[in-house]
């Protein structure tokens, strides 16, 4: 089976971890859905699991682990991530950390990016990648 390459940014991940709203059972099903592989970079674990670590939050700490030990494929061009990320947020008008992972699921071939951004926020405007946004606009 075909599954579909996704990047799924930290954001993501905390509601999984964390919330029992809409967007956190939106998480959770595209985190379960077998029809994906995942892919990730540094950067996601960085933003995510440090602070889980320092805050002792061991249940969140176990849940990150586990993603991460699920990624099929980690984008580990840390300097291409960084030169292609500038030019994303010069191109698009994004954050630093948004950038960053855009241009890491980018060169890791990724389908689509799901993030917790709403569809108003300038990482909707990137292009070559389906933006997703678990957060219901309509």
Avoid: C
């Avoid at 990730?40 to 674990?45: I, R, T």
């Avoid at 960084?82 to 699921?105: C, E, Q, W």
């Amino acid at each position: 089976m075909i599954r579909k390459r996704t990047f799924i940014d930290a954001g993501v991940l905390i509601a999984a971890a964390r919330g029992r709203d809409a967007p956190s059972i939106s998480a959770l099903e595209i985190l379960d859905d077998q029809s994906r592989e995942f892919v990730s970079s540094p950067f996601v674990e960085l933003e995510v699991l440090p602070m889980a670590i320092f805050n002792k939050k061991r249940d969140e700490v176990e849940f990150y682990e586990a993603f991460f030990a699920s990624v099929s494929f980690w984008e580990e061009d840390l300097l291409g991530i960084v030169k292609n990320g500038n030019a994303i947020a010069r191109s698009f008008g994004l954050a630093a950390m948004d950038s960053l992972h855009v241009a890491a699921a980018l060169l890791s071939g990724a389908e689509e990016l799901v993030t917790t951004e709403r569809a108003s926020k300038p990482i909707h405007r990137v292009r070559g990648i389906l933006i997703t946004s678990i957060h219901d606009d309509s």
